[in-house]
C-alpha cells in the first residue's frame, strides 16, 4: 500500500538519443509527470503516486537499457505531497488545444477570445492536457456529439475531460476513478469552472450499470484498455461512442481488432507524436 503522504521522483540518465523511447515507457507505466533538465547527468524526472509502480517502471527501464546496450542511471527520492503544487507552478503554461479548447492553471489570467477556458489546478490527478493522450482525448471533444448526452468519463484524473463535456453542452455527466484523490481533485476543478453538477465517483467501471451512458470517455493505458474492453464497452447505450486513448500508435492495430470484436465500429482516429486517440460507434 502506497503512503499517501508521499509522492516518489525517478531521476534518470541515460544517452540523449534514448531520453524520448524511455520517456514513453514512464508514461505507459503510470508517471504523473515528466520534467527535463539540462544540466546535470539526469537529463529528466519522473514522477509516481506510490512504490510499486516505480518499481515496475524501473524494471522496464533496466530491461530496455540491456537490450540495447546503453548506460542507465536511476536515482528515486521521496517527496512531500505539500511541497507537489508548488514544485510544479513554474512548468505549467496555458494551452491551445483543437480549435475550441485552451487549457490553464488558476494563477495564470487568459484572453477571453472565444475559447472554451479550462481551469485545471496541477496536482496529482493524470490530466494537465501536457500529455499528448490528453491533448488528443480533448481535442476529440470537438468531433463527438454531445450536447445533450449523457457522458462518463472513466479514470478522470483531474476531470478535465468531464469538464470539457460539460462545456461542450452535453447533458447528464460522471467522472470516476479509483484513485480518492482523483476524484477530489476532479470535484475541485470543476468547482473553478463553474461546473458543480458532475458528478464524480470512486470505483470501478464493473460498478456502472450497464448500457447507462451515449458517450464513454477513457484515457486509461493499453493493457487496461484491452483487458476492460468488455467492461468499457458494456456502459454503452446502444449505438453510443466510446472514445479512448492512452496508449501508443503501435498499439493502435490491436485495440482497433479488439474493440470491433465487440461489435464497435471505428469511427475517427487521430494521433499526436507517438500516441493515438480511438472513437468507436
Not at 512548468?91 to 488558476?106: C, S
Not at 492512452?246 to 475517427?268: A, M
Request: a negative charge; hydrophobic letters at 35%.
Amino acid at each position: 500500500m502506497r503512503d499517501p503522504s508521499n509522492w516518489l521522483q525517478l531521476d534518470v540518465g541515460c544517452p540523449t538519443e534514448s531520453v524520448e523511447i524511455l520517456q514513453n515507457l514512464c508514461w505507459e507505466h503510470g508517471c504523473s509527470g515528466i520534467v527535463e533538465h539540462v544540466t546535470g547527468y539526469f537529463l529528466f524526472s519522473t514522477y509516481f503516486k506510490d512504490r510499486e509502480a516505480t518499481n515496475r517502471c524501473s524494471s522496464a527501464l533496466i530491461t530496455e537499457s540491456r537490450s540495447n546496450g546503453f548506460l542507465l542511471l536511476l536515482q528515486m527520492i521521496p517527496i512531500q505531497d505539500e511541497d507537489w503544487t508548488e514544485y510544479w507552478h513554474p512548468y505549467f503554461e496555458p494551452i491551445e488545444v483543437g480549435a475550441l479548447f485552451r487549457i490553464h492553471p488558476p494563477w495564470i489570467t487568459v484572453p477571453d477570445d472565444g475559447r472554451y477556458q479550462i481551469i485545471i489546478n496541477p496536482g496529482q490527478g493524470f490530466g494537465t492536457g501536457y500529455h499528448e493522450s490528453t491533448a488528443l482525448m480533448v481535442r476529440m471533444l470537438e468531433c463527438i456529439p454531445l450536447r445533450g448526452m449523457k457522458v462518463l468519463d472513466i479514470g478522470c484524473g483531474s476531470g478535465i475531460l468531464a469538464i470539457g463535456a460539460r462545456k461542450m453542452k452535453c447533458g447528464l455527466t460522471a467522472g470516476l476513478d479509483r484513485d480518492p484523490q482523483a476524484v477530489r481533485e476532479s470535484a475541485d476543478n470543476a468547482g473553478l469552472n463553474g461546473e458543480k453538477d458532475i458528478r464524480w465517483f470512486i470505483g470501478t467501471p464493473d460498478a456502472v450499470r450497464p448500457g447507462t451512458f451515449d458517450v464513454v470517455l477513457a484515457n486509461l493505458d493499453y493493457s487496461i484498455l484491452t483487458s476492460g474492453a468488455d467492461l468499457l464497452a458494456g456502459t454503452l447505450k446502444s449505438g453510443g461512442t466510446i472514445c479512448i486513448s492512452g496508449f501508443q500508435s503501435r498499439h493502435r492495430k490491436d485495440l482497433i481488432e479488439r474493440y470491433q470484436s465487440l461489435g464497435l465500429t471505428l469511427i475517427r482516429s487521430d494521433r499526436l507524436n507517438d500516441w493515438a486517440c480511438l472513437v468507436f460507434g
